[in-house]
């Protein structure tokens, strides 16, 4: 069965780790796997998912780790949690023209414009919307999440 577990925003991988270390001390391998879903979007931020043979072994390993919050209620269905799993190539998704929103690095939390695509190494070329002078700025692909589509896409 797989369940959630909340913890600190943007800790996640930290008590995914924490948990991993203590499943491995353990006896007989009651948590099977420790995942964190991609957050590409802000789906599931502040959460990750642990498949365990039964909840209270889990809330027993929960207990006391830091950044952990608690366990969910109720175990999640794989058939709910499999599209939050599978993460689609962000380059076939960016086309010129669009308007994204730069998630990551200096530019934070602005919008843009993409001038540029290249796929090979993973780096659009934006246009910043809320800059007084437009200069091109090449940034990872990984850093920005679509707005809205633009004229071509």
Do not use: C
Not at 68 to 76: D, S, W
Not at 112 to 130: G, M, S
Not at 137 to 143: D, Q
């Amino acid at each position: 069965m797989i369940w959630g577990v909340r913890t600190t925003a943007g800790q996640e991988m930290f008590v995914a780790e924490l948990l991993a270390e203590k499943a491995k001390k353990l006896e007989g391998g009651k948590i099977l796997s420790v995942i964190v879903p991609p957050s590409q979007k802000g789906v599931i931020k502040g959460y990750i998912l642990v498949e365990a043979t039964d909840e209270l072994t889990l809330r027993r390993l929960v207990r006391g780790t830091p950044h952990a919050k608690g366990v969910v209620p109720g175990a999640i269905p794989v058939e709910e949690i499999e599209p939050l799993l599978k993460q689609e190539p962000l380059m076939k998704e960016l086309k010129v023209g669009q308007i994204v929103k730069i998630v990551g690095g200096p530019f934070k939390g602005m919008r843009a414009k993409i001038l540029r695509v290249d796929p090979q190494k993973e780096e659009v070329t934006v246009e910043l919307l809320e800059a007084a002078i437009k200069i091109p700025v090449t940034i990872e692909a990984a850093n920005v999440v679509i707005e809205e589509k633009g004229e071509e896409g």
